[in-house]
């Protein structure tokens, strides 16, 4: 029997069926949820632009293109492949738009190439910093993310630079 399957069925079950035997207005109760879900989505729109708006002009004024520049050299002297670089860049960013990169170098080089592995790894092993910190930091009214903002962005570089080592070392 495969309980995954069924847990949550169950779940959904239960926890009406809990709450009307508690004497819980399960309805009323659903209701009052949703109206402090819309709530907080409507406070999550203005960062959730302010971060897209932020994330298109990096693209288009040629910043990215200008950083990936700086590095290139110093990523074929060690032998990585530069292609996967936009991807640390972009990871940190925005996780749409990452994963949409990771899935065309899948495409353009296969999963089982070095840059399918290294670019699905890096997905796997960093977070969307600046994203989590605008969105729900701003839904909750956190100004000051100084020390979040470090130590996110510090992770997400020791995900990408352990991912490339980890997978250079396994596969390469």
Known sequence: MQVSAWIIPAIIV???LYAAFRKVPVYETFIEGAKDGFGTAINIIPPLVGMMVAISMFR???AMDLMLGAVKPVFDAIG???EI???GIL???TGAGSLAFTADLIQNYGPDSMIGRIASTIQGSTDTTLYVLTVYFGAVGIKRTRYA???GLFSDLVGFVAAIVICMILFG
């Open 149 to 151: 903002l470090k130590v």
């Open 60 to 62: 288009a004024s040629g």
């Open 91 to 93: 990871r940190p960013l």
């Open 80 to 82: 990585v492949p530069t």
């Open 85 to 87: 670089l936009p991807l």
């Open 14 to 16: 239960f926890v009406p």
